[in-house]
């Protein structure tokens, strides 16, 4: 073959590739896909999520945003705009190193339920405690169950984070915000208030100074089930954990 001839063949072959790949929805769509059961879709080159109650998400809504504005008005690049890192429990100083705080309220009305009295709820038993969650979530909560148990009967020094617990399913705002909160779907958690450190609480409350008392056996035992945690924040909230399994998958990001 030619120098020319090789040379036109390989455009033809790096061109099919590159159309190949446009065709293919952003990773983080169809991660929501397999965890969501929702549809990436592509119309006039855009790529949007298809919710199951007829609404779209798009997946880049080309607004330049800042980091409250995401918060107020995601698109779906914006919610993993932010890679969550689970492994060793690590001090947050970045100002806005919020993994997770950004959530496609859309998305979780969708899933688990658009008002108080559609959301699925069950109780399920927790660490010797009557609770209430999601039914599509409970397994994953029996799940940590299980490993903050193993982990307890190792150490008992875990055992008062696990007692008293701040509660699950209550339909309700984020505090200080007219954002749906997670616990509002069931699908989160918080641990006993008293040992737990929220960046509302801080006093002065400002510079914003990271604080946490949580043991890492206890966030190794919710990360490994998909459940992210608020001490992983800038703005910590080291209570709670929420189910966002998509967070935790690194394939997810793109």
């Known amino acids: 073959m030619s120098r020319a001839a090789l040379a036109a063949t390989v455009i033809v072959i790096a061109a099919t590739a590159v159309g190949a790949l446009a065709d293919e929805p952003p990773p983080p769509l169809r991660c929501l896909e397999r965890y969501y ?25 080309r607004r330049p945003k800042s980091f409250e504005e995401k918060l107020a008005a995601p698109d779906v690049e914006d919610a993993f705009s932010l890679r969550y890192r689970p492994g060793p429990i690590r001090p ?3 100002v806005d190193e919020d993994p997770g705080r950004i959530r ?3 998305l979780f009305a969708s899933t688990y339920g658009a008002s108080e009295r559609k959301v699925d709820v069950v109780k399920i038993k927790f660490q ?14 029996a799940r940590v169950d299980a490993r903050l148990t193993r982990a307890a009967l190792a150490d008992r020094s875990l055992a008062p984070f696990l007692q008293q617990l701040g509660g699950t399913f209550v339909w309700r705002n984020i505090a200080g915000t007219d954002r749906t909160s997670a616990h509002s779907y069931g699908v989160s958690i918080d641990l006993n208030v008293k040992l737990s450190h929220y960046w509302r609480w801080q006093r002065p409350a400002a510079p914003l100074a990271w604080q946490n ?9 919710f990360e490994a ?3 992210v945690w608020g001490g992983r924040w800038y703005h910590y909230d080291t209570m709670h954990f929420e189910y966002r399994p998509e967070l935790l998958d690194g394939r997810c990001y793109p």
Not at 39 to 60: K, N, V
Not at 213 to 221: C, G, N
């Open 37 to 61: 059961g929702v549809r990436a879709e592509e119309h006039d080159g855009a790529w949007s999520i298809a919710l199951t109650d007829g609404q779209r998400i798009p997946w880049d809504d």
């Open 92 to 94: 947050v100083a970045t």
């Open 104 to 106: 496609l309220d859309a």
């Open 128 to 141: 010797d405690q009557i609770l209430r969650v999601h039914r599509k979530v409970a397994p994953a909560f």
């Open 213 to 221: 008392r949580v043991p890492q056996a206890i966030v190794d035992a």
């Open 225 to 227: 089930e998909g459940f």
